[in-house]
């Protein structure tokens, strides 16, 4: 199955800034989207960005202008640039891809996968 593995969280003050990393791995074909979702104590789970393997980005309203999400399809990775960041983006961040892996059959299969979460805060 395709593995994620995030790193850049951490502890930011406001206005400051953060760099998030997530690259996949394990027998990958095709990563037709990748993305980062968010998880605040207490709330459900909320897309943060998305992008296709054309370079066709999404936004939440809340992080437009602030946040830029970009991927090296070479790495199989996925970026999120935060700026300006403020209290209210503290939240356990998600990488998230689907696409197409080889099985261990050696057909392929579609995928869905998660990464593990890497906590950003912000805080002064």
């Known amino acids: 199955q395709v593995q994620l593995v995030e790193s850049g969280g951490g502890l930011v003050q406001p206005g400051g800034s953060l760099r998030l990393s997530c690259a996949a791995s394990g027998g990958i074909f095709t990563i037709n989207v990748m993305g980062w979702y968010r998880q605040a104590p207490g709330e459900q789970r909320e897309l943060v960005a998305t992008i296709t393997s054309s370079g066709r980005t999404n936004y939440t309203d809340s992080v437009k202008g602030r946040f830029t999400i970009s991927r090296d399809n070479a790495k199989n990775t996925v970026y999120l640039r935060m700026n300006s960041l403020k209290p209210e983006d503290t939240a356990v961040y998600y990488c998230?891809?689907?696409?197409?892996?080889?099985?261990?059959?050696?057909?392929?299969?579609?995928?869905?996968?998660w990464g593990q979460g890497t906590q950003v805060t912000v805080s002064s």
């Open positions: 998230n891809a689907e696409g197409i892996y080889y099985s261990r059959s050696g057909y392929r299969s579609n995928f869905r996968s």
